[in-house]
């Protein structure tokens, strides 16, 4: 086993990636946090618009009103008579 030849490393090992990752390393933790605050807003705003419009609709039925209180049919009216982009217009 002494007379087989060393295997060749990886690029990054070799050091043809090391300007790469001494660049990112410090930026690193900015742009995982920037990502998660993109992804928690892109699926939060949508429940957040649903819930606002349940709350608002709950009271209306308090005061004797025919609506529904059924998060999904909400949803379901939202989409099919304000479109898509309403869910993230920022408006209840």
Known sequence: MA????????P???GILTPFFNFITPVKPYFLGALSGIVATCCIQPLDIVKSRL??????????KKVS???????????SK????????GLS
């Not at 709350?55 to 004797?64: F, P, R, T």
């Open 12 to 14: 990054f090992a070799a």
């Open 55 to 64: 709350q608002i609709q709950s009271e209306q039925a308090g005061l004797g």
């Open 69 to 79: 209180t059924n998060p999904f049919v909400i949803a379901k009216n939202i989409m």
């Open 82 to 89: 304000e479109g898509f982009s309403t869910f993230y217009t």
């Open 3 to 10: 007379d087989e030849t060393p295997q060749t490393p990886a």
